[in-house]
């Protein structure tokens, strides 16, 4: 898995696309955009509308999430927002604010 | 490339921004970062950032040092160094204190290194000596005189030996050379040839030619 990290030092103001996995672990204001898997970890931030395949989210999100298979809160995470992906997983311990919609049928 | 690699081993977990991946927006941070995909809009880092062949920045960067194997549009800032690699294109402004840009990258645009020291710019340049053309060093006419001085020698001896029989057999032949070919009537020819072709020849026949680069 080498592919993108954003390091715990590092603040992107602005728009992320790409069509890899993509690992936060700083913070990231905008749009992010991915044909893949997004990993938001413990140490990052995220201000930002997501558009991807995968969310896997142990730090904090604010923003929309849109997901075309699978959007995952882990145990300590902080999401507000809406998520859209016909699965969501939510741990034990996430705390999360905001609308979830698993509606098969737009896929 | 030594640089390179120092600087991404000493740290353990730096930002990379994969080749498929486009940022674009302010990029700020104080860790190093790796390109190898697309930064447009504006870098900012306190460490080095590293734009890999695949990378592409099109951006205003202000970082401590950057190492250039891709592609940069805009103008890098750096408070240390920035390099341009065998791999590296670019166009924008340089301003830094060491601007190291290596043969095959390629640049456009200006390079700012501050105040440049006056004693050193004259002693770094290398005096160039250059091989002096030597004149008058042209008899190569005189060349073939040999042949003919030395074939025609070989003729006369069969009778001075024949004038004086025993006495010295062997060395007759040199002096009858001088001796036949004065007597012979071609000592205009014969005996100024015999001593000088070895030396004239072989410098005649070196032409250097100097040229001057035009500054």
């Given amino acids: ?107 | 490339m030594a640089i390179a690699k120092e600087v991404a081993g000493a740290a353990g977990n730096n930002t990379v921004v994969g080749p498929s991946i486009l940022i674009s927006g302010k990029l700020t941070g104080d860790e190093d970062l790796t390109v190898r995909g697309r930064v447009e809009g504006e870098l900012t880092l306190s460490k080095t950032l590293i734009v890999e062949t695949t990378g592409v920045v099109k951006a205003n960067v202000a970082v401590r040092n950057a190492i250039v194997s891709g592609v940069v549009v805009g103008n890098i800032n750096a408070t240390e160094s920035v390099e341009l690699t065998r791999e590296g294109r670019m166009v924008g402004d340089i301003h830094a204190p060491r601007v190291i840009i290596v043969d095959g990258a390629s640049f456009r645009g200006r390079v700012d290194m501050g105040e440049v020291e006056p004693g050193r710019v004259p002693a770094s340049r290398p005096v160039v000596t250059r091989p002096m053309v030597r004149p008058g060093a042209v008899t190569v006419p005189s060349r073939p005189a040999i042949p003919v001085a030395r074939g025609r020698p070989t003729p006369p001896p069969p009778p001075p030996p024949a004038a004086r029989p025993a006495a010295k057999p062997v060395p007759p032949p040199p002096p009858p050379a001088t001796a036949t070919s004065g007597a012979a009537g071609a000592a205009g020819r014969g005996e100024p040839a015999a001593p000088v072709p070895p030396v004239v020849g072989a410098g005649a026949k070196k032409k250097v030619v100097v040229k001057k680069k035009a500054r």
């Fill in chain 1, 1 to 107: 898995m080498a592919n993108t990290v954003i390091g715990s030092s590092i603040v992107i103001d602005g728009e992320i696309s790409g069509d890899e996995d993509l690992v936060i672990q700083g913070t990231v204001k905008g749009k992010i955009s991915l044909k893949e898997s997004l990993f938001v970890e413990g140490s990052g931030v995220v201000e930002a509308d997501i558009e991807t395949q995968n969310v896997e989210i142990a730090g904090r999100v604010t923003g929309n999430i849109v997901a075309s298979d699978k959007v995952e809160l882990k145990q300590d995470c902080r999401v507000v927002g809406d998520i859209k992906a016909p699965r969501i997983l939510i741990a034990d311990g996430a705390s999360f604010k905001g609308n979830v919609d698993m509606d098969q049928k737009e896929r």
